[in-house]
């Protein structure tokens, strides 16, 4: 069984920073792309970032520049460093990763619960 477990959320003001954490566990084989989505209330879920297990990187145009993801291969670990954050970054952030487990003979998508981010003054 894989787990995704997020952490760091909460209520932040307008060009305020916080820090999202994703841990993946159970019996994890490998670990490929990993990535950041979120859910504004009434639309649809959206990507925010990824990463490659090369580390290569890819945002979403309304993040650039602020926002930036990070994973710790050693600790099954990605990370979402967000900087001046804005009322329009307020959402439900969800960690995705693509993992093979032991038991697997191909990966598969797995998501984390959510965490609510919400930028207000």
């Known amino acids: 069984q894989v787990q995704l477990v997020e952490s760091g959320g909460g209520l932040v003001q307008p060009g305020g920073s916080l820090r999202l954490s994703c841990a993946a566990s159970g019996s994890i084989y490998r670990i490929y792309d990993m990535g950041w989505y979120r859910q504004a209330p009434g639309k649809q879920r959206d990507l925010v970032a990824t990463i490659t297990s090369a580390d290569s990187t890819n945002y979403a145009d309304s993040v650039k520049g602020r926002f930036t993801i990070s994973r710790d291969n050693a600790k099954n670990t990605v990370y979402l460093q967000m900087n001046n954050l804005a009322p329009d970054d307020t959402a439900v952030y969800y960690c995705?990763?693509?993992?093979?487990?032991?038991?697997?003979?191909?990966?598969?998508?797995?998501w984390g619960q959510g965490t609510q981010v919400t930028v207000s003054s």
């Open positions: 995705n990763a693509e993992i093979r487990d032991s038991y697997a003979y191909r990966a598969r998508d797995y």
